[in-house]
């Protein structure tokens, strides 16, 4: 990474294995340990993760508001490892609004202007082009206190909007509206990354957020990056457990299984709480572990009424739950001592108790080392 390498081509955003440790008065807290990252221009990344994961504070050192241990960080190609958080050319839109209380809406969105020195005429063109794009005009004139959560956070947007900065970070700012503003404000900062065009780093533990607003999402798990990807690679190819597990609603199906290669591809034995075990094949895949975790969605179990004619795999399961959830029905059966979760049609005849046939789609299978729990296939 070097200092002179600013160019048409460079990343908005490079982390070089980027280590951070807290000194705490007991013991050392490892933050961030050898994350690599690299955010080219006009990408909406994600960062997700459980609580403690690490994500604010790898937003943090891209800000330049955290001293990293070891490691460096470059902004659009300028190495940017000790300049600080004001001369990085970024924006932080942060869960807390911090909108100042004394002063209104406009004053807000304007007081950073005004303490680097623009004109008036220049501030109030700025604050009226942003206001309109965030449907704020007629709020310009009041104090947060007299603003609801959702037009705090638009004009925390605001004040962030106004800098056109290259770059924008974001550290949860939805998380203090209710569960349909959310949605709205989602929608909303998708359709601004469109039309603005600058690079986003986008702080979630909502992994629905993540999948619908990223290019790109790093998924987390003790301040260890466990997989960086396109929503979709993500989805499908997760490369461990933790992150198989982690992304998706409902979750995706592990399900423990016994491998035996039978010469041209595997079969796999599942364990069920009575009866024969349900038995599966794969042409193609060899040589995996004697145990292995197998990874299905929802939606790739069926109904095996419903869904003729596929290259599906059928097998006769017993229904233990049955839950109608308006567009879908989920069922569950039980598979590998584990409740497993298959997404039927609503007009599915599912009813518990019932012994019924399930399809398979082995095309859409994840394979994981039981041991190791990384991503086998
Ligand atoms: P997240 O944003 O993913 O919830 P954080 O980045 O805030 O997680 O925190 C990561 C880890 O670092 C946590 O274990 C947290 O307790 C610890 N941590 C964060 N800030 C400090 C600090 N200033 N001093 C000590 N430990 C900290
Ligand atoms: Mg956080």
Do not use: W
């Not at 013991?27 to 403690?52: K, Q, T, W």
């Not at 690490?54 to 001293?67: M, V």
């Not at 037009?151 to 203090?176: C, I, T």
């Amino acid at each position: 990474m070097s200092a002179a390498s600013t160019s048409a081509e460079a990343n908005a955003v490079e982390a070089k294995n980027l280590d951070l440790v807290f000194q705490t008065r007991d013991s050392p807290v490892h933050a961030l340990s050898e994350v690599n990252l690299e955010i080219r221009r006009g990408d909406f990344i994600s960062f997700i993760g459980p609580s403690g994961c690490g994500k604010s504070t790898l937003l943090n050192c891209i800000a330049g508001l955290e001293p990293i241990t070891s490691g460096a960080i470059a902004i659009d190609g300028r190495d940017m490892t000790t300049v600080s958080p004001k001369d990085r050319d970024i924006a932080m839109v942060f869960q807390s609004y911090a909108l100042y209380p004394t002063m209104t809406v406009g004053q807000n969105i304007t007081f950073g202007m005004k303490v680097r020195g623009i004109e008036k005429n220049e501030r109030e063109e700025k604050l009226l082009k942003v206001a309109k794009q965030l449907q704020i005009e007629s709020l310009i004139n009041r104090r947060p206190g007299q603003l609801s959560g959702g037009q705090r956070q638009r004009v925390a947007m605001g004040r962030a909007l106004v800098r056109d900065p290259k770059l924008f970070l974001f550290d949860e700012p939805l998380s203090n509206l209710d569960a349909k503003l959310r949605v709205e404000m989602r929608t909303e900062i998708k359709k601004l990354h469109q039309n603005l065009n600058a690079s986003m780093v986008y702080v979630t533990h909502d992994q629905i957020e993540a999948m619908t607003l990223a290019t790109k999402i790093v998924v987390m798990k003790g301040g260890i990056v466990q997989q960086i990807g396109t929503p979709s690679e993500i989805y499908n190819r997760p490369s461990n457990l933790f992150v198989a597990d982690f992304m998706g609603s409902p979750a995706m199906n592990l399900i423990p299984a016994k491998v035996t290669n039978n010469g041209k591809g595997t079969k796999f034995t599942i364990a069920r709480s009575r009866g024969e075990p349900l038995i599966l094949f794969d042409d193609n895949i060899t040589k995996l572990p004697e145990n292995i975790v197998l990874g299905l969605r929802p939606e790739d179990i069926g109904d095996a009424n419903l869904r003729k004619g596929d290259k599906l795999q059928i097998s006769t399961c017993s229904v233990d739950v049955v839950e109608p959830a308006g567009a879908d029905t989920y069922v569950l059966i039980n598979l590998g001592g584990k409740e497993v979760t298959a997404r039927l049609q609503a007009e599915t005849a599912a009813q518990t108790g019932m012994e019924m046939a399930f399809t398979f789609n082995m095309d859409k299978v994840s394979y994981f080392d039981a041991k190791t729990g990384q991503r086998l296939n």
